[in-house]
């Protein structure tokens, strides 16, 4: 044994091929999740930059403040509950038989 061999990943045995079920779920699964992380983002961001423009008070508060802070976390919130239903039914869809 010298050096080398500790540089080198030990031995894996080859992980059992997915079958094309698998794979469709995987992607569908990612696929939803990078929507909704992009509607997040936009929503985050939109939402902060363009608040300057929403210049009145709105219960003593700027109202721009209200909206970075209530919308943003609403829009959150609506976005958890839509995956956690969405991934609910991916599950059931691609449920092994049985």
Same mark, same amino acid.
């Given at each position: %044994? ?20 698998? =794979?469709? @779920?995987?992607? *569908?699964?990612? *696929? =939803?999740?990078?929507? =909704? +992380?992009? +509607? $997040? =983002?936009?929503?985050? !961001?939109?939402?902060? @930059?363009?608040?300057?423009? +929403?210049?009145?008070? !709105? ?5 721009? !403040? $209200? ?5 943003? +976390?609403?829009?959150?919130? #609506?976005? #958890?509950? !839509? @995956?956690? *239903?969405? %991934? *609910?039914?991916?599950?059931?869809? @691609?449920?092994?038989?049985?």
């Amino acid at each position: %044994m010298n050096l080398h061999d500790f540089d080198r990943p030990a031995a894996q045995p080859n992980p059992p091929p997915a079958s094309s079920r698998q =794979l469709q @779920y995987w992607q *569908r699964t990612r *696929r =939803l999740t990078a929507w =909704l +992380l992009l +509607l $997040w =983002l936009a929503v985050s !961001f939109g939402l902060t @930059y363009f608040a300057r423009e +929403l210049s009145f008070a !709105f219960f003593g508060w700027p109202f721009s !403040f $209200w909206v970075a802070a209530q919308g943003a +976390l609403a829009v959150f919130c #609506v976005i #958890v509950a !839509f @995956y956690a *239903r969405a %991934m *609910r039914k991916l599950d059931e869809l @691609y449920a092994p038989p049985g």
